[in-house]
């Protein structure tokens, strides 16, 4: 078992930088593939970004990439995403999220198990 706690959201202007983090509980944590996805008022939940579970693999969405960096800290059970050039489209709740098995490697929301509780980011313009 997995559990997920986000941190590091907040208001902040557009062109700015926010680092979220999220922490995770249980023996297996490294093992495991983490996501971040974002979900907009009156969107669905979306894909941001992805690690596999070495660190070794990242993908991210079209809309962030170049922006936007995941990082996994096996040692501290945490997972990093740091936000620069921040956009006001960019405000949305933060989820972090672990694949359902481990080692296994996706991007799609329903792959993932384990979900924290979401961070609120605002960027305002």
């Known amino acids: 078992q997995v559990q997920l706690v986000e941190s590091g959201g907040g208001l902040v202007q557009a062109g700015g930088s926010l680092r979220l983090s999220c922490a995770a509980s249980g023996p297996t944590f490294m093992r495991y593939a983490m996501g971040w996805f974002r979900q907009a008022p009156g969107k669905e939940r979306a894909f941001v970004a992805t690690i596999s579970w070495n660190g070794g693999t990242t993908d991210y969405a079209d809309s962030v990439k170049g922006r936007f960096t995941i990082s996994k800290d096996n040692a501290k059970k945490t997972v990093y995403l740091q936000m620069n050039t921040l956009k006001p489209e960019d405000t949305a709740v933060y989820y972090c999220?672990?694949?359902?098995?481990?080692?296994?490697?996706?991007?799609?929301?329903?792959?993932?198990?384990?979900w924290g509780q979401g961070t609120q980011v605002t960027v305002s313009s």
């Open positions: 999220a672990a694949h359902r098995f481990p080692t296994y490697y996706s991007y799609l929301p329903t792959d993932f198990g384990y």
